[in-house]
């Protein structure tokens, strides 16, 4: 008699208690969504595949928490947390993912197929860190300035003759690869490991294998500093870091609304020391964003950095009182005279 081994099934994958504590830890955030329709859809897409937190960011229908499309998750929609902007939404992740396709679009930080994606993710979030996957509105995806609060931009893989994807359809997708690979341990290519330690400040115990290109199996941005065709020449370096997840004995990331506040400190320097004149303002911010995400400090050099540019900004502003107290007073004699 044949026996017919019939392969496990696929709900049991899902609900596995790791699993389900894991995507406690994964915020999906939805940028300017414009069809309730579609925000319902990405909700019920969730409720398939075990995730709980929605943030939508400056929805443009108001009554989005009604879409009849949430088939089963309207405890879900209801529950979402609604931000002005995408910054808030993301403020306290460790990991911002932004989703999208590479056709007309010039990147500026890393690149991850999503088959990579699940082990990236997974090692943020045993150690202890936040990960956000950002989707952008139906008309254009997300813009370059919503890329620039995102640490790394994951590819769907699509036909180029087709490339978009409808907003729920591509929440899915992104849900469903998590999901089913978050019980599968899978080994992480040794390039994007040894990237990702040395932000932490570990070394890789296996050698990144040699690439010709020099790239690293993975891709990166394409913008360069003094690349007037992809972006401002600001003078800002902003070599690509790849991230991989974090091991138990490094220390966790920076969250992203302290990369911000390192940011503003930053851009606030700048301009006391005549770095950063008015017209390029806009620029350096935007490039600041980008570089702190690609270069990944920690908790505890990004408070090393915060008060190494505090002491910088005190002495200058004070430098800056004293030579306008001296000129002052000069006028005043002059005026004696």
Same mark, same amino acid.
């Not at 007309?104 to 996957?133: F, M």
């Not at 007037?228 to 070599?239: F, L, M, Q, R, Y």
């Not at 870091?241 to 966790?252: A, L, Y």
């Given at each position: 008699?044949?026996?017919?081994?019939?392969?496990?099934?696929?709900?049991?994958?899902?609900?596995?208690?790791?699993?389900?504590?894991?995507?406690?830890?994964?915020?999906?955030?939805?940028?300017?969504?414009?069809?309730?329709?579609?925000?319902?859809?990405?909700?019920?897409?969730?409720?398939?595949?075990?995730?709980?937190?929605?943030?939508?960011?400056?929805?443009?229908?108001?009554?989005?928490?009604?879409?009849?499309?949430?088939?089963?998750?309207?405890?879900?929609?209801?529950?979402?947390?609604?931000?002005?902007?995408?910054?808030?939404?993301?403020?306290?992740?460790?990991?911002?993912?932004?989703?999208?396709?590479?056709?007309?679009?010039?990147?500026?930080?890393?690149?991850?197929?999503?088959?990579?994606?699940? /082990?990236?993710?997974?090692?943020?979030?045993?150690?202890?860190?936040?990960?956000?996957?950002?989707?952008?509105?139906?008309?254009?995806?997300?813009?370059?300035?919503?890329?620039?609060?995102?640490?790394?931009?994951?590819?769907?893989?699509?036909?180029?003759?087709? /490339?978009?994807?409808?907003?729920?359809?591509?929440?899915?997708? %992104?849900?469903?690869?998590?999901?089913?690979?978050?019980?599968?341990?899978?080994?992480?290519? /040794?390039?994007?490991?040894?990237?990702?330690?040395?932000?932490?400040?570990?070394?890789?115990?296996?050698?990144?294998?040699?690439?010709?290109?020099?790239?690293?199996?993975?891709?990166?941005?394409?913008?360069?500093?003094?690349?007037?065709?992809?972006?401002?020449?600001?003078?800002?370096?902003?070599?690509?870091?790849?991230?991989?997840? %974090?091991?138990?004995?490094?220390?966790?990331?920076?969250?992203?609304?302290?990369?911000?506040?390192?940011?503003?400190?930053?851009?606030?320097?700048?301009?006391?020391?005549?770095?950063?004149?008015?017209?390029?303002?806009?620029?350096?911010?935007?490039?600041?964003?980008?570089?702190?995400?690609?270069?990944?400090?920690?908790?505890?050099?990004?408070?090393?950095?915060?008060?190494?540019?505090?002491?910088?900004?005190?002495?200058?502003?004070?430098?800056?009182?004293?030579?306008?107290?001296?000129?002052?007073?000069?006028?005043?004699?002059?005026?004696?005279?």
């Amino acid at each position: 008699m044949i026996r017919l081994l019939l392969p496990p099934h696929y709900n049991r994958l899902l609900q596995h208690d790791a699993q389900l504590d894991h995507c406690d830890r994964i915020d999906v955030v939805l940028v300017s969504p414009r069809n309730p329709l579609n925000i319902g859809a990405a909700a019920r897409a969730m409720a398939n595949f075990g995730f709980s937190r929605l943030t939508v960011v400056g929805p443009y229908a108001p009554p989005w928490r009604e879409a009849r499309s949430a088939v089963g998750a309207p405890e879900l929609l209801a529950a979402a947390t609604e931000k002005a902007t995408l910054a808030a939404a993301v403020a306290g992740c460790t990991l911002v993912v932004g989703t999208g396709t590479l056709t007309h679009r010039r990147p500026e930080q890393v690149v991850v197929s999503l088959p990579h994606l699940a /082990p990236l993710v997974e090692g943020e979030i045993e150690h202890g860190g936040r990960v956000a996957l950002v989707f952008g509105p139906e008309k254009h995806g997300l813009t370059r300035e919503d890329l620039s609060w995102c640490h790394l931009l994951v590819e769907i893989p699509t036909d180029p003759r087709q /490339p978009s994807m409808n907003l729920g359809q591509a929440v899915a997708v %992104c849900l469903y690869e998590l999901a089913s690979r978050a019980v599968q341990p899978e080994r992480v290519e /040794p390039e994007v490991a040894a990237g990702r330690s040395k932000e932490r400040g570990q070394v890789s115990s296996e050698a990144p294998k040699e690439d010709p290109s020099g790239n690293a199996g993975v891709k990166t941005s394409a913008y360069q500093p003094g690349d007037d065709s992809a972006g401002p020449n600001v003078g800002i370096e902003t070599p690509a870091c790849q991230p991989v997840p %974090c091991s138990e004995s490094s220390v966790c990331a920076a969250h992203s609304d302290e990369l911000d506040r390192l940011a503003g400190l930053i851009e606030e320097t700048m301009i006391a020391a005549g770095y950063s004149p008015s017209a390029m303002q806009a620029a350096n911010r935007h490039d600041l964003r980008l570089m702190l995400r690609r270069l990944a400090p920690t908790n505890p050099d990004t408070r090393r950095i915060l008060g190494l540019f505090r002491r910088i900004l005190w002495r200058l502003n004070r430098a800056a009182r004293s030579a306008s107290l001296k000129r002052d007073s000069a006028g005043m004699d002059s005026t004696k005279g």
